[in-house]
Structures are given as structure tokens and as C-alpha cells.
């Protein structure tokens, strides 16, 4: 059976882990502090301002700049037109965003892409909250498979088992990679704590001032 080893090298500005199998190098992770971003973070934002020839908000996020909210990263909570990140284009066009947002508005929101030089970051309201087997769509219903797992067959089997484990609670599942032999037990674990989680960050998001950080990634 092949030996492996994780070797782990930490220091407050950076973590470094290495997977190592049979003395040969397999994979390097490496996570700076100051370069990680905001990326996936969820906030309690604030509508600073509506811009209906962009179809897009700034969004206050406590950040030093505002970000960046276009009308195609709102969810539609009622399902008539829009788009997000889990879904396709199908559909009637969304409502343009001054009928949608307003400014004071308090969104919960999640950062999709980094500010780069001048702008700020990118934001949906789609929100999704990463696991280690599973991401949690708690505003979907979709239970979703990595296309990089097995065949369609496969594939097939651990959608079933997946709707059958999630049961008639809320949100949607996408199944990741490393999670293709997973016992059932792990994948149960796995759904509790990411309900769990979005329930934490939905309490927040109530007893919050707007601009607080309500949910991050765990770090490497």
C-alpha cells in the first residue's frame, strides 16, 4: 500500500502544505495572509447607490471601496427571470435592478472577484458555502455532481444518494471531487455542517450592523 504524508510548514504570514507520496512530491499548497482576498466571504452589505444605465449597485461591504453588484448576480427568489452562478439563461430577462434594489437596502451578500486596481470587488446574492465534500446552495434546490467524477452512471448514483441523504430539507448540494467515495455517514456530516453554518450566518445577518463580515472560507 502507498505511504503518505502531509508536511505542513506554518507562520503567521504564511502556510505551506505539501502532500507527499512515496518520498515523491504529489502536491503544494501554499496560502499567503496577505494575498489570500476576499473571495467567497459572505457580507451584510449595504445599497450605497442604484445605477440603472449599468444595471449594476455599489455596495457597501465595509470594505475600503464599494463594491460591485450587476442585476445578473441577483437571485431571483421567486423564480421569474434572472440569473446566477448555478444556473443557465433560460427565461424571461430579469427586472432591471431599480426595480429590485434600493439604496439602504441591506443585502446579504457574497464576493465573487477581487477588487482590481480602482474597482471593487463583485458581488452575488447567490450565495454558496463551501464544505469538504460538498458546496451548499441554500437558495437552490439543484443537486449537482462534478463533471470530473467517473461516468454518467456514477454520476447518476451519487445524485440518488444525494437527494436521498439531503431529504425535504432547504438548499441544494453540489457533490466535489474528493468526495466520490465518500461513505454516507462522511456526506451526512457533511450536509449538517453546512446547514448548520448558513443557519449561523442567517442569525447574523439579523443582529448585524451592515458592513460585518458574516461568513469565510476556512483557511488552508
Do not use: C
Amino acid at each position: 500500500m502507498a505511504g503518505q504524508d502531509i508536511l505542513i510548514n506554518w507562520a503567521p504570514q504564511e502556510t505551506r502544505v505539501a502532500i507527499v507520496e512515496n518520498g515523491a512530491l504529489q502536491e503544494l499548497y501554499v496560502e499567503r495572509a496577505l494575498e489570500r482576498g476576499l473571495v467567497g466571504n459572505i457580507y451584510l452589505g449595504r445599497v450605497a447607490r442604484v445605477l440603472p444605465g449599468m444595471q449594476s449597485a455599489f455596495v457597501d461591504i465595509g470594505q475600503e471601496r464599494a463594491a460591485f453588484l450587476h442585476v445578473a448576480d441577483l437571485h431571483d427568489a421567486g423564480g421569474n427571470g434572472g440569473t446566477h452562478r448555478h444556473g443557465g439563461n433560460d427565461g424571461p430577462p430579469p427586472a432591471p435592478i431599480e426595480r429590485r434594489v434600493f439604496e439602504g437596502q441591506p443585502l446579504t451578500v457574497q464576493v465573487v472577484k477581487d477588487a482590481i486596481g480602482s474597482k471593487g470587488a463583485r458581488l452575488s446574492t447567490q450565495v454558496s458555502i463551501a464544505g469538504r465534500l460538498l458546496v451548499f446552495l441554500p437558495q437552490d434546490r439543484h443537486i449537482g455532481i462534478s463533471q470530473k467524477i467517473g461516468s454518467p452512471e456514477l454520476r447518476e448514483q451519487l445524485r440518488e444518494r444525494m437527494q436521498r441523504l439531503a431529504g425535504d430539507g432547504d438548499g441544494g448540494f453540489i457533490l466535489r471531487t474528493n468526495a466520490e467515495d465518500a461513505t454516507d455517514e462522511e456526506l451526512a456530516d457533511d450536509i449538517a455542517y453546512l446547514r448548520k453554518t448558513w443557519a449561523a450566518v442567517r442569525q447574523r445577518a439579523q443582529s448585524s450592523p451592515t458592513g460585518t463580515l458574516l461568513h469565510q472560507d476556512l483557511s488552508l
